[in-house]
């Protein structure tokens, strides 16, 4: 089946702890993207990558790196930086041609 | 900078009422404009892609139309069925570059 994996669905973790959202793709897209989705804010995007080892900072890139160092795969680092991480993230990846997006099932991170 | 609203921000129906959801958009320099649907809790399903080219979309019970002219695309769902129940975003792309979503619309069919 091909598709988007985000593992884990559910993450806690402790305030000022560094944390790893893992994200893997077998559509062999070569763009990736992670966003943040609030309650009443729609989606932002956090990063995007249109190819292995090459990143670009979306709207709200702050507290947060990524790294591609493969093109199946996308994590997301939320930093100690980021003021308020508590969020559900979701990865997505894009066709070449069409851009055509496709979404993950999403990782609610809580922080406390 | 593209700005997308979608109207209305919730809407509830009875069972096997035809529907619209309403998209615009301010920069109709678009290179494709995506339908998706969010089930609580979980990830985006794509339901629709419009090219810019394009003037409608179906699928199944599902029409998407694009008027890039007036910045607006309709998703009309016929003959609406409880498991449409879902939020509803729209999305639009300029070429080599992100997507902007909508907020999205809150759609319940009842029973």
């Known amino acids: 089946d091909g598709g988007i994996t985000q593992s884990p669905k559910y993450l806690f973790r402790k305030e000022g702890q560094n944390v790893t959202l893992s994200c893997e793709q077998n559509?062999?897209?070569?763009?990736m993207y992670w966003y943040r989705q609030d309650p009443g804010q729609g989606l932002r995007l956090i990063y995007y990558?249109?190819?292995?080892?090459?990143?670009q900072k979306g709207d709200i890139a702050e507290g947060y790196s990524v790294s591609r160092e493969k093109k199946e795969s996308f994590p997301l680092t939320v930093t100690s930086a980021q003021k308020n991480p508590t969020a559900f993230y979701l990865c997505?990846?894009?066709?070449?041609?069409?851009?055509?997006?496709?979404f993950g099932p999403g990782t609610r991170l809580t922080v406390t | 900078k593209q700005e997308v609203t979608q109207i209305p921000a919730a809407l509830s129906v009875p069972e096997g009422e035809n529907l619209v959801l309403n998209c615009s958009f301010t920069?109709?320099?678009?290179?494709?404009l995506q339908w998706f649907r969010q089930d609580p809790g979980k990830g985006l399903t794509s339901l629709l892609l419009?090219?810019?080219?394009?003037r409608e979309q179906t699928s199944g019970r599902l029409n998407a139309s694009l008027d890039k002219s007036s910045g607006r695309s309709t998703l009309y769902i016929a003959a609406s069925q409880p498991g449409d129940s879902a939020t509803y975003l729209c999305?639009?792309?300029?070429?080599?570059?992100?997507?902007?979503f909508g907020e999205g619309t809150q759609l319940t069919v009842n029973p």
């Open positions: 997505a990846s894009s066709t070449d041609v069409t851009y055509e997006q496709y």
């Open positions: 559509l062999n897209h070569d763009a």
């Open positions: 990558s249109q190819i292995v080892n090459d990143f």
């Open positions: 920069d109709s320099a678009i290179y494709n």
């Open positions: 419009i090219q810019s080219s394009q």
């Open positions: 999305a639009v792309r300029r070429r080599g570059s992100r997507l902007t």
